[in-house]
């Protein structure tokens, strides 16, 4: 066996995974959690929902509030030339696809990198001391 190496593992001892972790971690550069890519795409995922829950919420909520103060609220469509309705719908469908298919997913569309394609996990990465 080569000097300076360890029977166990293979790699120079004294240098390893587990302390250059530690360090990183006494240091504060490395949260529990914080490195983990399903971790925070669900943490965003849950965020967009929610934002999604408060969007849906609150206009009905005032509907409802109006509704019972009295207020005769019928929503209603405004009197428009059928002729100049499509093509200003089509024109709002096509910009709201192109919004969904990029803003909907929340990632790029170009590189995605899902947790079962990353086959290197942080003990496995050697040098980092």
Same mark, same amino acid.
């Given at each position: 066996?080569?000097?300076?190496?360890?029977?166990?593992?293979?790699?120079?001892?004294? %240098?390893?995974?587990?302390? =250059?972790?530690?360090? @990183? !971690? *006494?240091? /504060?550069?490395?949260? +529990?959690? #914080? $490195?983990?890519?399903?971790?925070?795409?669900?943490?965003?995922?849950?965020?967009?929902?929610?934002?999604?829950?408060?969007?849906? %919420?609150?206009?009905?909520? =005032?509907?409802?509030? @109006? !509704? *019972?103060? /009295?207020?005769?609220? +019928?929503? #209603? $469509?405004?009197?428009?030339?059928?002729?100049?309705?499509?093509?200003?719908?089509?024109?709002?469908?096509?910009?709201?696809?192109?919004?969904?298919?990029?803003?909907?997913?929340?990632?790029?569309?170009?590189?995605?990198?899902?947790?079962?394609?990353?086959?290197?996990?942080?003990?496995?990465?050697?040098?980092?001391?």
């Amino acid at each position: 066996m080569a000097e300076g190496m360890s029977s166990q593992s293979g790699q120079p001892s004294g %240098t390893g995974v587990a302390t =250059a972790t530690g360090l @990183a !971690r *006494d240091f /504060g550069l490395l949260r +529990t959690g #914080g $490195a983990d890519v399903g971790t925070v795409r669900e943490r965003l995922r849950r965020r967009r929902v929610a934002c999604l829950a408060l969007v849906i %919420t609150l206009p009905v909520l =005032a509907w409802l509030v @109006a !509704r *019972d103060l /009295g207020h005769d609220i +019928t929503p #209603g $469509a405004p009197h428009l030339d059928p002729v100049l309705i499509a093509p200003i719908l089509f024109f709002v469908l096509l910009a709201g696809v192109l919004i969904v298919s990029v803003v909907g997913p929340g990632r790029s569309p170009h590189v995605t990198y899902r947790p079962e394609q990353i086959g290197v996990r942080l003990h496995d990465v050697r040098g980092i001391d």
